[in-house]
């Protein structure tokens, strides 16, 4: 009787709650057989206890860790996970987690449920989130859609300086990509002596993240229920541009040269020696433009060729007219002869393609290099780039005015309000006056002829005179309505 009074004394002074369970140990919870179970006593008590169940399922013995709780009237048990994969210590941590929530009146399967549900949506948003290489893509597609010349380009260079040789940056979220990133693609090129590319790739990675931004909130896009970027800013606008790749070119082609470069023209395959021919005659077009033009445009009646300037942020291209020489058109017959039926008119391929622009460098660098060693002049070898700027240079010192050569070689001609919505004159009289004069200067030139005074005419140029003097034009109306009076 005393041995039970004094231990029913001793449960009494006990602490109240879970004392009795001893800390399970690894040992401890091996030794399980199935059907028992032990509490975890290293838990504070109350609220909840950590409890360990052994089941055979099987012939395996399964080592079970659930959370039980109850406060108030929340109560049940949750499942933790399994003993090994779950450890001791690891499945302790889960307990005190779940118990803190018990605490402050949640239900740890509702907090459990919301959580998963939370996870879901993050993986969902992740996964619907645009990679760095699909912004690049959108952005290429963006170019294809307005017709951009340069679309193929730009993919090209986005392929070999971004997506092959950076795999993992092409797979993040474009969101993700940080200036430091960039950084470090331009750096590659860099160390491997790409010059002036490594800021035009820069221009090119800057436009396509803006373009990112704005198709996020194109209703477009949103309709198709495509990826979105969700992009905060733009992490090329940190980067400088490299200055000393952006020094201006402004290499002019002598008589001697250009008189050596129309010679070596004869020994090259006709097709890109007329290429070459017609871009200088029509007054030094881009070549990226010129080698575009179709059959289609090329019109016999009114001796006219159409080409199409895409250049710039235009939604659309800028039809271009030129007038076509008697020389030029003996040179497009030649080609015509040359390509048959196919569709391009300065191609190699019958036709079927155009003659593409990167193959014309070299073809310009070996004539160059063979120039300046005949000439004996220690000078930069010039490029095709040159070409354009050497014609305008010739064009001015023969009196042509700005503004028609802004008209013949398409300088900005839509900008402006003036410009964009109401000035229509095609000024095919001008540019053909200042293509003829300029034929002319380059026939005495190629001839080895002494310069002679040739200078643009005024009378030619009469409507561009009048559409800078309003107060002319005004008093030709004027008279020209007198006249129609009685």
């Not at 709650?17 to 399970?24: E, Q, V």
């Not at 779940?98 to 239900?107: A, I, K, N, P, S």
């Not at 090209?156 to 993700?176: G, Q, S, T, Y």
């Not at 060729?305 to 017959?333: F, T, Y």
Request: with cysteine; glycine share 6%.
């Amino acid at each position: 009787m005393a041995t039970r009074m004094a231990t029913t004394s001793d449960a009494k002074a006990l602490p109240q709650g879970r004392t009795d369970a001893r800390p399970l140990t690894e040992l401890a919870i091996r030794n399980l057989k199935a059907g028992q179970s032990r509490t975890d006593g290293a838990l504070p008590s109350g609220n909840g206890r950590l409890v360990v169940s052994c089941t055979k399922a099987r012939g395996q013995l399964r080592r079970v860790w659930t959370f039980r709780y109850r406060k108030a009237d929340l109560r049940g048990e949750v499942k933790i996970g399994e003993h090994p994969a779950l450890s001791l210590e690891q499945a302790r941590h889960e307990a005190r987690a779940l118990l803190e929530v018990v605490r402050q009146g949640t239900d740890p399967k509702v907090a459990r449920a919301e959580s998963r549900l939370a996870s879901l949506e993050a993986t969902r948003q992740t996964a619907a989130l645009g990679s760095f290489e699909s912004l690049l893509e959108s952005y290429v597609a963006h170019l294809k859609r307005a017709g951009k010349q340069s679309a193929r380009d730009v993919e090209a260079i986005f392929n070999r300086h971004v997506v092959e040789p950076w795999p993992d940056f092409a797979k993040l979220p474009a969101n993700r990509i940080a200036p430091e990133s960039v950084r470090d693609i331009l750096a590659r090129m860099v160390r491997k002596g790409i010059g002036r590319q490594t800021n035009i790739v820069r221009s090119y990675l800057q436009a396509a993240f803006t373009h990112g931004a704005h198709s996020d909130l194109d209703p477009r896009r949103a309709a198709a229920d495509t990826a979105v970027f969700r992009l905060t800013g733009n992490p090329v606008a940190l980067l400088p541009r490299i200055q000393e790749f952006e020094s201006t070119r402004g290499r002019v082609l002598s008589d001697d040269e250009f008189r050596y470069l129309w010679a070596e023209l004869a020994d090259i395959r006709l097709e890109v020696a007329h290429t070459i021919r017609c871009e200088i005659l029509l007054g030094g077009q881009r070549f990226l433009q010129l080698l575009r033009a179709t059959w289609s445009d090329y019109d016999t009646t009114s001796q006219t060729l159409r080409l199409a300037d895409p250049k710039g942020k235009r939604i659309a291209a800028v039809p271009h007219v030129l007038p076509v020489s008697r020389r030029v058109a003996e040179l497009l017959m030649d080609l015509r002869t040359c390509n048959g039926a196919g569709e391009f008119i300065f191609s190699t391929t019958a036709g079927d393609k155009p003659i593409h622009h990167t193959s014309l460098p070299p073809v310009f660098a070996a004539i160059a290099k063979r120039s300046v060693a005949k000439h004996g002049v220690d000078v930069e070898p010039f490029q095709g780039r040159d070409i354009r700027r050497s014609v305008e240079t010739r064009l001015q010192a023969l009196g042509v005015s700005r503004e028609v050569r802004a008209q013949l070689l398409s300088h900005g001609r839509t900008t402006g309000v003036q410009q964009k919505h109401y000035e229509r004159h095609d000024y095919l009289p001008e540019k053909a006056e200042a293509l003829t004069l300029l034929e002319q200067h380059l026939t005495m030139v190629f001839a080895g002829v002494p310069k002679q005074g040739m200078r643009f005419s005024r009378e030619s140029s009469r409507s561009a005179q009048v559409a800078r003097s309003p107060r002319v034009h005004a008093r030709r109306e004027a008279k020209a309505v007198r006249g129609a009076i009685p």
